[in-house]
């Protein structure tokens, strides 16, 4: 058992964590069809309960998921998996209706009225009583999260935002509060705005499907999944004291000490990799920072400005994607797309090579 324990938490480095986890997620989208049925969804559930029960009696792995703050995001995940699975296998179940030339599951259901009383008035009385109860009981078996007041002389460590901030706290490790507080919560707002003037499918309306949508369902499950899900799970479970990376067996050690040493891509690209040195002021003057940031800059307005185009001339996806909803439509959803795989590139540059900023401009408080 401890070599397991060791193993689960070598799976749980935040490298392995985020790449495994994007891993499992395209095998989930590509193979739906197949872990989705029934029986090989229930051996995956049973061994999912299994491995939770084994490391139930473990006493730091029970420590973190008996906190009252994390009792229902333990329960959130397998509420999750299971809500995931049912759209899943409904999509899966219509996508093969579909190709046999048979309608959707949903155009097929009998369209008889159900009366508000007594039927939904009953369902819903009887939802309700049992929420109650359920609500009774935790109050009574789990306390409340309650602390003492507010001390400035005695902040908790490690000092965490509500569970739905959690992802966005994440975010602040790796990006400059006005990218992380402002810049992509705002895209997230207008990314959902520009859905229906961007989405010309008309397929997928009123069933489930992947098939037929499949960029659409795609993003907004990488969106969902990997990064909202993924860093709530991160920031609940495997940050600890210091704000420092645990694995679910590891005890949280205040003391525990990790080498850090964060630096920038123009000193990577001055200093260490062509050995001139950093652009000093002598010779550039106030035009220093722009020579000193160009690599970081360039870099940026490539990835922004020019791989939209490039895969709208050169990837087949892509490509099918502009001619079907035009210059402006493609503009907007590759500007959304590419700053998501952006973030996860940003996070791994930083857990593999300390890469802090790409640009680093504290002359004018811009870093990206």
């Known amino acids: 058992m401890e070599a397991f324990r060791e193993f689960l938490n070598s799976l749980f480095n935040p490298i392995v964590y985020t790449l495994l986890g994007i891993g499992l997620f395209t095998v989930m989208l590509l193979a739906y069809r197949v872990w989705t049925k029934p029986k090989v969804a229930a051996t995956i559930a ?8 084994m490391s139930v009696p473990d006493r730091n792995f029970q420590v973190i998921i008996t906190k009252p703050d994390n009792v229902p995001i333990v329960s959130l995940i397998f509420l999750l998996g299971f809500f995931l699975w049912v759209s899943l296998r409904q999509a899966a179940v219509n996508d093969e209706r579909i190709e046999r030339g048979e309608p959707p599951m949903e155009a097929t259901e009998s369209n008889d009225r159900i009366l508000t009383w007594p039927d939904l008035v009953y369902q819903e009385l009887i939802c309700m009583v049992i929420c109650t109860v359920v609500l009774i009981l935790w109050s009574v078996y789990l306390k409340a999260p309650l602390e003492e007041p507010a001390n400035p002389g005695k902040t908790p460590n490690p000092s965490k935002a509500p569970w739905y901030f959690l992802g966005l706290q994440e975010m602040l490790v790796y990006f400059d509060p006005w990218i992380a507080g402002v ?14 003037f961007c989405d010309k499918n008309p397929k997928g309306m009123g069933y489930y499907t992947l098939k037929e949508r499949p960029f659409a369902v795609g993003t907004f499950l990488f969106g969902f999944v990997i990064l909202w899900v993924m860093l ?8 600890g004291p210091n704000w420092n990376f645990f694995g679910p067996y590891e005890v949280w050690d205040p003391h525990k000490l990790e080498s850090l040493t964060n630096i920038n891509l123009s000193e990577f ?10 652009p000093s002021e002598e010779k550039w003057g106030k035009a220093t920072f722009l020579i000193r940031e160009a690599p970081g800059l360039i870099l940026v307005l490539g990835y922004m400005m020019a791989l939209p185009p490039a895969m709208a001339f050169f990837w087949g996806p892509t490509k ?10 493609y503009n907007l959803v590759m500007m959304h797309f590419i700053v998501m795989i952006a973030m996860v590139i940003k996070m791994v540059l930083r857990w593999m090579f300390n890469l802090k900023y790409i640009v680093f401009i504290p002359e004018y408080f811009f870093n990206i």
């Open 46 to 53: 049973v061994a999912a309960i299994a491995v939770f029960l």
């Open 320 to 329: 099918k994607l502009y001619k079907e909803i035009g210059f402006i439509r």
């Open 183 to 196: 810049v992509l919560p705002t895209m997230i707002i207008t990314g959902l705005i520009v859905v229906p």
């Open 269 to 278: 690209f001055w200093v260490k990799w062509t050995g001139i040195g950093m």
């Open 232 to 239: 709530i799970i991160m920031g609940t479970f495997l940050r």
